[in-house]
């Protein structure tokens, strides 16, 4: 049950009314949500669900048993035996596949060696990278460890952010189950709002870049300079808007349901820097890259002075693009990340001094080039399926071979409305994208008559324009 389609919309309806029906009886929040949950995950994979359960068990029990441990060292023996499992389970399944194609030479997936063949449980990731950040701050002393089963089922379960994020804290989404559900209809409309915006993120803007972006990617080694330079361009737009959509949907979800999650987004392409970026794009792996394993790190090796800074980034982001999949082209991915991490640390006394000098505008416009530019090229490694096919991208841009009358014939196979639709939509989002999302996000008001029109103008975009779960969102893979 894809976010993007009208099962959704009618299941999260029926939630919404059968949570505001049963909303004087005690403890039918939790109930509801958990039950919604675990039928939202069945109707994706079944067979899954039991894994689902099994790993709200485990880490609840752990959490348990922490909780009651007398002495620090108990608690990380319990943290490393009950976290240790999750990420067994974790790499079992994410990167069992990989290994034994890389050692082997075999295709897991063929049909020749269907023992080799693991379906990846959707949201795993997530969920793991959630139940690890419960156990993490019980150990740190930063929260109790839950003792109702049923809440702490509903918060590791919760349906909104469980397949893609945001990775939710326990203490905040706790707290707010516990609070008995009431009616706001300014909350549900916000909510409600906040939905339709990632809609049309998703279904108008970003699967119609893709219908362009995808295809090249499929095969790349056809395409030459100017195609695979102008596809590769719109992919950064295609991941923000897909990812960010589903986003803003799965917050939305939750505030109609009484929930507020965590931004996950704050414009991360206007960034003046990749520091900047990585505290504007998925912001929630990000806090928890940064508390769990970049802190931890730092902290331990504080007496190597600055070269601890450098350390702890390039640890955390070969983290970062290991846990996005078990291949060389994400190694390569967060490596590039750590290094101009690095780089940027290293160079932050000077690039201060000159953000505060007279050429402040020369500054923050080069710094924009410069950033726009990396995230670009390390997108390229993202996107592509192979290091082989993403050297063949960036080799094609410094190549004589830029054949214009390559993209225009590639152009004209498409159907033009379709690419002048993504391209109108494109540029338009990027003009006026922070004014929208603020009025999606309920920070900025157009009166009544315009919020009106803009509400009722998007989604009648997303009705008329959209594609309709055709697409699934693109880190529904991690």
Known sequence: MQFNTIKYLVFLFIVFAVTLALSKLRNSRWIILLLASLIFYY??????????????????STGLLMGRSPDLKTRRRWLWAGGGVQLLILFFFKYTE????SITGLNPKSAEYPLFRILLPVGI?????????????????FRKEERHAGYFAAYLTSFP?????????????????????????????????????????????ADRIGAIVDPVYYDVTNYHGAILFFVSLLYVFQ????????SDIAIGSAEVLGIKLGENFNHPLSSKSVTEFWRKWHISLGNWLRDYVYNPILFANKKWGKSAIYFALLVTFLICGIWHGAKWNYVIFGSLQAFALVVEAILARKRKQWANSKTRKVYLAISWVLTFTFIFISDIFFRSGTVEDATHIIQSFVSSNWRLEELLAYVNMLTKPK????????????IVDRRISQFAHGKKDFGQFGNALVSGSMMAMVIIFGYWGKVAFLYFQF
């Open 43 to 60: 109707t994706w994979q079944p067979y899954y669900v039991a894994l689902l359960l099994f790993s709200a068990a485990l880490v609840y």
């Open 98 to 101: 990989p290994i034994i194609s």
């Open 125 to 141: 990731s997530f969920y793991t990278f959630q139940a690890l950040s419960y156990l993490f701050d019980i150990y740190y002393g």
């Open 161 to 205: 952010q469980l397949i893609s994020g945001p990775i939710e804290r326990s203490g905040n989404f706790l707290k707010q189950l516990r609070q008995p559900f009431v009616f706001n209809l300014q909350e549900t409309a916000l909510g409600t709002r906040r939905i339709v915006w990632g809609l049309f993120k998703k279904v108008v803007v």
């Open 239 to 246: 991941l923000y808007f897909d990812f960010s959509g589903y």
């Open 419 to 430: 690419l002048a639709f993504s391209l109108m939509f494109l540029i338009s989002l990027i």
